[in-house]
T-cell receptor, first 115, second 114 residues
Framework: AQSVTQLDSHVSVSEGTPVLLRCNYSSSYSPSLFWYVQHPNKGLQLLLKYTSAATLVKGINGFEAEFKKSETSFHLTKPSAHMSDAAEYFCVVSDKDQAGTALIFGKGTTLSVSS | EPEVTQTPSHQVTQMGQEVILRCVPISNHLYFYWYRQILGQKVEFLVSFYNNEISEKSEIFDDQFSVERPDGSNFTLKIRSTKLEDSAMYFC????????????FGPGTRLTVT
């Protein structure tokens, strides 16, 4: 069965410093992987997705993630944090490219950004 | 930009009462989903819906739950007899196509059962 492990429940960075949010996945098939962000009192917004094309995926707001099959990882990075990046981040896996496929969420990582 | 909308944003109900949560998916999307997030826990899949029928459901989605697309635009989740443990944020999502398409989420409805 597929699963996602987010290795850090909380990450704190200073504004202008790099961000690294770690995610490992388990999947029996060739997975599709996503990062979603949830700002306070807002819905879930897609940051980026990997679907078996380029292994380095660029998303919105300067975020990117690299799919590493050998390490079963899909870590999210950003070179320079901004105050507006403070939010909850979810790593998500989907195994099958079929209609009606459920997304499997990690527990989430809370990113705090200090000035 | 098109978005998924959900109403109400917050629903308070008494245990044993029926509730209906409403969602309007993005208009050209064909696949619809409900997820829930109990406070402090993971977002969990409940059900997916395509071509006017359930295509997949989790063990959470028991006989107390039902979904419907009554009029071609709304997508509803009904809980027949709410329990305290149904208190959660409920997210609706929609997806445009079959292959590699991400799901777009609404802002959620916070359900509080007292």
């Amino acid at each position: 069965a597929q699963s996602v492990t987010q290795l850090d429940s909380h990450v704190s960075v200073s504004e202008g410093t790099p961000v690294l949010l770690r995610c490992n996945y388990s999947s029996s098939y060739s997975p599709s992987l996503f990062w979603y962000v949830q700002h306070p009192n807002k819905g879930l917004q897609l940051l980026l997705k990997y679907t078996s094309a380029a292994t380095l995926v660029k998303g919105i707001n300067g975020f990117e993630a690299e799919f590493k099959k050998s390490e079963t990882s899909f870590h999210l990075t950003k070179p320079s944090a901004h105050m507006s990046d403070a939010a909850e981040y979810f790593c998500v896996v989907s195994d099958k490219d079929q209609a009606g496929t459920a997304l499997i969420f990690g527990k989430g990582t809370t990113l705090s950004v200090s000035s | 930009e098109p978005e998924v909308t959900q109403t109400p944003s917050h629903q308070v109900t008494q245990m044993g009462q029926e509730v209906i949560l409403r969602c309007v998916p993005i208009s050209n999307h064909l696949y619809f989903y409900w997820y829930r997030q109990i406070l402090g826990q993971k977002v969990e899949f409940l059900v997916s819906f395509y071509n006017n029928e359930i295509s997949e459901k989790s063990e959470i989605f028991d006989d107390q739950f039902s979904v419907e697309r009554p009029d071609g635009s709304n997508f509803t989740l009904k809980i027949r007899s709410t329990k305290l443990e149904d208190s959660a944020m409920y997210f609706c999502a929609s997806r445009v196509g079959q292959i590699y398409y991400e799901q777009y989420f609404g802002p959620g409805t916070r359900l509080t059962v007292t």
